[in-house]
């Protein structure tokens, strides 16, 4: 079965601090891989996905997500950060022809301004 | 908006009764899908359609648990015979042809039982 790790639940940073979150993946065959954002009070929004090719992906605003095969991790990174980040995200993977999603837990992420 | 949408937003009802949540996904989506998510915990999966036929249940549907497309439209989600554990949000997401696109999420009915 497929399962998602995030390993924050709560990260606070400074405003331009840069962001990395965590999130690794168990599965044996080949995947897609989503980043989903939640901003407060608002319904969850693809922020960028992985499905085949340049491992480096880039999303909305400025983020971007490196997947590592060998590590089975999909990490979230962003240089700068703003007040307007503060959010919860989720990473999700399903299998390449699957159908479900696989979400972990959520990071929550403040950004103090 | 050419959003997924879901009514209610907000349900609050008495342990025991009966309560039904509608979705209406992106207009030209056949695949439609329902999870839960409950406090501190991502979204989990429930249910798929492709079309009007659902493909797949997750063991978390349990027998008090229906869930109908009857028109490859609209879903409907109904929870009989409601109990605490219940309590959620419930969100609906569709997406295109293709297994493995992208899933378009909706704003989610959010779940108190009393």
């Known amino acids: 079965a497929q399962s998602v790790s995030q390993h924050n639940h709560h990260v606070i940073l400074s405003e331009a601090a840069s962001l990395e979150l965590g999130c690794n993946y168990s599965?044996?065959?080949?995947?897609?891989l989503f980043w989903y954002v939640q901003y407060p009070g608002q319904h969850l929004q693809l922020l960028l996905k992985?499905?085949?090719?340049?491992?480096l992906v880039k999303g909305i605003k400025g983020f971007e997500a490196e997947f590592i095969k060998s590590k089975f991790s999909f990490n979230l990174r962003k240089p700068s950060v703003q007040w307007s980040d503060t959010a919860e995200y989720f990473c999700?993977?399903?299998?390449?022809?699957?159908?479900?999603?696989?979400f972990g837990a959520g990071t929550i992420l403040r950004v103090k301004s | 908006d050419t959003g997924v949408s879901q009514n209610p937003r907000h349900k609050i009802t008495k342990r025991g009764q009966n309560v039904t949540f509608r979705c209406d996904p992106i207009?030209?989506?056949?695949?439609l899908y329902w999870y839960r998510q409950t406090l501190g915990q991502g979204p989990e999966f429930l249910t798929y359609?492709?079309?009007?036929?659902?493909?797949?249940k997750s063991r978390l549907l349990s027998d008090r648990f229906s869930a109908e497309r009857p028109k490859g439209s609209f879903s409907t989600l109904e929870i009989q015979r409601t109990e605490q554990g219940d309590s959620a949000m419930y969100l609906c997401?569709?997406?295109?042809?293709?297994?493995?696109?992208?899933?378009?999420f909706g704003p989610g009915t959010r779940l108190l039982v009393l």
């Open positions: 997401a569709s997406t295109g042809d293709t297994a493995g696109e992208t899933q378009y």
């Open positions: 599965y044996g065959g080949t995947v897609n």
């Open positions: 992985y499905f085949s090719g340049d491992p």
């Open positions: 999700a993977v399903n299998a390449r022809y699957g159908n479900k999603l696989v």
């Open positions: 207009s030209e989506h056949n695949r």
């Open positions: 359609f492709q079309n009007e036929a659902q493909l797949e």
